[in-house]
T-cell receptor, first 116, second 116 residues
C-alpha cells in the first residue's frame, strides 16, 4: 500500500549563501536546546547547543538564536557549502542535568540542499 | 577516538523472528539512549539508561521490545517477535558529563532493520 511519511520542510540555497533553518519547540519548560545535522545513512551529529538563559550562541560558521517568548529556535549557517546538505534537527530537553539529563525530544527536521 | 559502535548495520529478517541490536557506547559515558527513526514518526526515544540502570522506558512500543545494559560498555535492544512495522533505523547514543553544556548526545551510525 501507499506509505505516508512526514513532509519535512525543505530549504534550497546556492553555495555561498547564508541559510536560516527554523524550529518551533513545544515545551515552555525546556531549558536546553541542540541542533543536529544528519547526513544520508549516518547518525545525527551535534552542531551547536544553547541553554535557555541565553538568546544567542555562535560557533564556527553557525549561530543559534533562541526566542523563548514565542518558543522559537533558529540555526544560521554562514557561507553555506555543498557539504552542509543534510537534514537538520532541533532538539529540546527539559531539566538538563537532572534525571532527564540528555533526554532529548527531536523536531521533525528540515532538509537543506546546497547547490554548487 | 572510537565513537558509539552499533551492530549490525543492516539486518533483514522475517516476521516473527527475534532481532538483537547491539551498542557499545563511548568509553566513560554514563548515559545510553536507544532511538528509533522512521519516515512516519521521525526520531523517537525508546529507552535510556543512566549508570546502566533504565531510567525511562516509556517510549518502548510494547512488550515485544526489551533493552538491557549489563555493563557500562554494552547494551542490547531486542525485539521478539519482530513485525513489519518494526522496520526502522535504530540509533544508539551515549552522553557523558563532559558535554559542552550538558546533554549532548553522540550517536552511532544506526542499525537499519527490515522485517519482511
Amino acid at each position: 500500500g501507499e506509505s505516508v511519511g512526514l513532509h519535512l520542510p525543505t530549504l534550497s540555497v546556492q553555495e555561498g549563501d547564508n541559510s536560516i533553518i527554523n524550529c518551533a519547540y513545544s515545551n515552555s519548560a525546556s531549558d536546553y536546546f541542540i541542533w543536529y545535522k544528519q547526513e544520508s545513512g549516518k547518525g545525527p551529529q551535534f552542531i551547536i547547543d544553547i541553554r535557555s538563559n541565553m538568546d544567542k550562541r555562535q560557533g564556527q560558521r553557525v549561530t543559534v538564536l533562541l526566542n523563548k517568548t514565542v518558543k522559537h529556535l533558529s540555526l544560521q549557517i554562514a557561507a553555506t557549502q555543498p557539504g552542509d546538505s543534510a537534514v537538520y534537527f532541533c532538539a529540546e530537553n527539559m531539566n538538563a542535568g537532572g534525571t532527564s539529563y540528555g533526554k532529548l525530544t527531536f523536531g521533525q527536521g528540515t532538509i537543506l540542499t546546497v547547490h554548487p | 577516538d572510537a565513537g558509539v559502535i552499533q551492530s549490525p548495520r543492516h539486518e533483514v529478517t522475517e516476521m516473527g523472528q527475534e532481532v538483537t541490536l547491539r551498542c557499545k557506547p563511548i568509553s566513560g559515558h554514563n548515559s545510553l539512549f536507544w532511538y528509533r527513526q522512521t519516515m512516519m514518526r521521525g526520531l523517537e526515544l525508546l529507552i535510556y539508561f543512566n549508570n546502566n540502570v533504565p531510567i525511562d522506558d516509556s517510549g518502548m512500543p510494547e512488550d515485544r521490545f526489551s533493552a538491557k545494559m549489563p555493563n557500562a560498555s554494552f547494551s542490547t535492544l531486542k525485539i521478539q517477535p519482530s513485525e513489519p512495522r518494526d522496520s526502522a533505523v535504530y540509533f544508539c547514543a551515549s552522553s557523558g558529563l563532559a558535554g559542552a553544556l550538558g546533554g549532548e548526545l553522540f550517536f552511532g551510525e544506526g542499525s537499519r532493520l527490515t522485517v519482511l
